[in-house]
Each structure stands twice: as C-alpha cells, then as structure tokens.
C-alpha cells in the first residue's frame, strides 16, 4: 500500500489549518516533515490536493473530496487502537447551536464524562450555520441543531421536539393579558438571534411575513443577553421554550401566547454524509436520546445558564 496513516493525518491537519506550520504544530512533527509528506503524497499519485495562495494552502475539488475519506480513516484508526488499549471510546467533537449547547448539551456531556471517565469531548457551542460549516470542514464529528439541512452532503435525523415562545417583561402593557394579536405583535420592538441562527430563521418564517417587517431593535448572538434586555424593557423576543422555563418560573419574564402562529420545530442530529459513525459518536446520541432520564440525575440549576 503506498498510503501511511501518518501521511493521512497530515493532509488532514493542513486541511483543518491551511498551513503547514500550523499543522505540524499540532502533530508534534517539523515544519519540513509535513511538508515533505504532502509534496510526496501528492507525487505519488501525481495529483495536486490543493491550490497555493500566498502563504495559504486551500483544498481543491480534489481535495475536498478526499478529506472527508481521510477523517473517516482515521477515525477508524483510533478505534483500532481503543480496541486495542482495552476498549475505551475515543475522542468525540461536537457542535451544537446556541440554545441546545446552553441548555441541553452541557449536561449530556457531563454524564457521558461520568460514564467515560478517560475519553475526550470536544463541544463547540455556535450557530447553527457554523455547526454546519464544521461538519463539511470534518471539524466536527457530530451537530446537534435546530430545524434541518438541506445540504446533500450532510444527514439529518431527528432528536426532539421543541417550540419558541414570544415574552415580554412583567411591566409590559400585554403582560397582563399573556396575549397579543398580529396588530398588537406588529407594533413592537423586537430583540432577536442574529440571521443564521436557527431560531431566527424559525421567527421568519413563521412570524416576520405575517406582521410585515417588524420593527427589530436589537439583534443578538446570546439567549441571555436577548432575555436581560428583554427584561429591562427593550422590547418583546421570540425564544425556545427550553431556554425560558426558569425565568417563567421565577417571574422575570412573561409568555405571550400566540396561537395564531405555529412556532414547533425540531431539534436534529447532523453528520457528515461520508464519514464513519465512532462508538463514541454513538454512546452520545443515546445520551441525548435518554435526556430525560439524564435531566433526572443531575441536580437541576438554581438559575439561568450564563
């Protein structure tokens, strides 16, 4: 065979960094002997992975398509050695949106590293369009995000339901009603997640149209920024039900129902379409399809996650 692993790992690391010495950081190896395993992989087969710009190395079609091949190989590589090495679940990166990785995932990961002492878990907690941008980089081994995609390269299953909620402050004039209609909605000032999100793209379809290009004050990265400034008055938002449960509770914030709009949407798993289902991978998404018994286990927060 004229391929090596360690051939692979390199092609992957300046892939991921789009430069040599980055990547030959990362691998513990010199500056010179990552680039001589790519120039000789790439003489080998007499096929260029990728195109020179400056100092930066950007895959072409070539390369694209072989990267995620290369992650799936090793990925299987390391279970190969955790097999070996008695059996322990290798390392595991996921992405989840804003509202799932705040709310959700942060104790899924806690008890999957109480079950898996000496694995390593990665989570990145981002929109939902970076989620999906590190999975096609094979970044990422697994997403958790809101709605769907319909990138061909991509596979989207579901996980659970959800559903956003319009609030206001208790001071708000439609606090006491916990109700408003299209005209009432229209008039507002509205805080909201920023384009990308997918709670924003949810609003917009279901709720923007409808009252004809509401007014929007503020645009937010953060649930809890949108939810302090909320609050404080700025105006009325749109959020999940999961992200507002405590607040609800505590009485900082009001629901405003609004049954005239259907706000459902689903929570989903993503995957790279070409890649490899790891046993970790796997022992992840039944910890997320358990949620409910892990929510069961762990004591519940005294407040809002900051």
Not at 31 to 43: G, M
Not at 46 to 52: A, E, Q, S, V
Not at 108 to 127: E, G
Request: proline content about 4%; overall charge neutral.
């Amino acid at each position: 065979m004229k391929l090596t692993l360690r051939q692979m790992e390199v092609f992957a690391a300046i892939a991921r960094c789009e430069n040599v010495s980055r990547a030959a950081g990362g691998l513990a190896m010199s500056q010179s002997a990552a680039s001589s395993a790519l120039v000789e992989l790439e003489r080998q087969f007499d096929c260029p992975l990728f195109d020179r710009i400056g100092k930066s190395l950007r895959l072409n079609a070539t390369g694209r398509g072989l990267l995620p091949l290369v992650e799936d190989l090793l990925s299987r590589a390391v279970e190969v050695e955790s097999l070996l090495g008695g059996g322990q679940l290798g390392p595991l990166a996921v992405g989840a949106t804003l509202t799932i990785g705040n709310y959700l995932a942060t104790l899924i990961v806690a008890d999957y590293l109480q079950r898996h002492p000496n694995s390593r878990i990665d989570l990145k907690v981002v929109n939902t369009r970076h989620v999906l941008d590190g999975l096609l980089r094979c970044e990422l081994d697994l997403g958790l995000i809101e709605g769907e995609t319909n990138n061909p390269d991509l596979i989207s299953e579901f996980w659970r339901d959800d559903e956003l909620v319009v609030f206001c402050a208790p001071g708000h004039p439609l606090a006491a009603r916990g109700q408003a209609d299209d005209g009432e909605l229209a008039a507002e000032h509205w805080i909201l997640r920023e384009p990308g999100s997918g709670t924003r793209a949810v609003f917009d379809r279901a709720m923007a149209a409808k009252l004809g290009h509401p007014h929007v004050r503020l645009q937010l990265e953060h649930t809890e920024a949108i939810k302090r400034a909320v609050e404080a008055g700025l105006g009325l938002a749109c959020l999940s039900r999961v992200a507002l449960g405590e607040a609800f509770r505590r009485g900082s914030l009001v629901e405003l129902r609004t049954p005239q709009f259907d706000l459902r949407r689903r929570f989903n798993f993503v995957r790279h379409r070409q890649r490899h289902v790891s046993p970790a991978a796997r022992a992840f998404v039944q910890l997320c399809r358990d949620f409910d018994e892990v929510r069961a286990r762990v004591p519940a927060c005294t407040g809002d996650v900051n």
